[in-house]
């Protein structure tokens, strides 16, 4: 079973168009989290929910907005598409909200804008 | 095989032998650290952490080395060996949040 899981895994799409990404974990945590891994691989958080409330946002563009129905599900939706949002957006997990535990993360999805 | 310095985006390694990879990291309050490892088309898997209170951690082949005096973690791996070859970040815990440091690209050499 995988514990932290993300739809879709590779992703292509045009400037300007609005898509969603999916995460869901099976770990019975409380946090999840939204990463973006850039071309030279740095790893920069995103946002972080606890217990559906929205507990980090790290300064990101009002275009992305994350929502979680549940503790198990936390969705990211972008507007309005750039080029400079092609990455790799990774979802992750941890037990309890001060991340005193280490952190679960998905397989990633690899956006593309053209 | 040793990374040195702030950051070494490459570490060649011969097969068998010990890697140690280096990592500098930025805030004096952060009191958890991680070390993770990244495998081409795959998220990041941990390896193994380590508490502010502590200066070592070993695990299956790894070990931790912590100096808060010059904010300087470690991580060893023994006897290294070809599935080691990966992207290795560290990531230090601080605002209740995991910040990650820039990879280092390990390739073992058989």
């Known amino acids: 079973d995988t514990a932290v899981s993300q739809t879709p895994k590779y992703l292509v799409t045009q400037m300007g168009n609005d898509k969603s990404i999916k995460c869901e974990q099976n770990?019975?945590?409380?946090?999840m989290y939204w990463y973006k891994q850039d071309s030279k691989k740095f790893l920069k958080i995103m946002f972080s929910?606890?217990?559906?409330?929205?507990?980090i946002n790290e300064t990101v563009p009002n275009r992305f907005s994350p929502k979680s129905p549940d503790k198990a599900h936390l969705n990211l939706h972008i507007n309005s598409l750039e080029l400079g949002d092609s990455a790799v957006y990774f979802c992750?997990?941890?037990?309890?909200?001060?991340?005193?535990?280490?952190?679960?993360f998905g397989q990633g999805t690899r956006l593309t804008v053209v | 095989g040793e990374s040195v310095g702030l950051h070494l985006p490459t570490l060649s390694v011969q097969e068998g032998d010990n890697s140690i990879i280096n990592c500098a990291y930025s805030?004096?309050?952060?009191?958890?650290f991680i070390w993770y490892k990244q495998e081409s088309g795959k998220g990041p898997q941990f390896i193994i952490d380590?508490?502010?209170?502590?200066d070592k951690r070993q695990g299956q082949r790894v070990t931790v080395l912590l100096n808060k005096t010059v904010k300087h973690l470690s991580l060893q791996i023994a006897a290294t060996q070809p599935g080691d070859s990966a992207v290795y970040f560290c990531?230090?815990?601080?605002?209740?949040?995991?910040?990650f440091g820039a990879g280092t690209t390990v390739t073992v050499r058989a």
């Open positions: 770990l019975g945590h409380d946090t």
């Open positions: 990531a230090e815990k601080a605002d209740y949040k995991l910040s």
């Open positions: 929910y606890n217990n559906k409330e929205l507990i």
């Open positions: 805030n004096s309050a952060s009191d958890y």
């Open positions: 380590i508490r502010s209170n502590m």
């Open positions: 992750a997990s941890s037990q309890g909200q001060f991340m005193n535990t280490e952190a679960f």
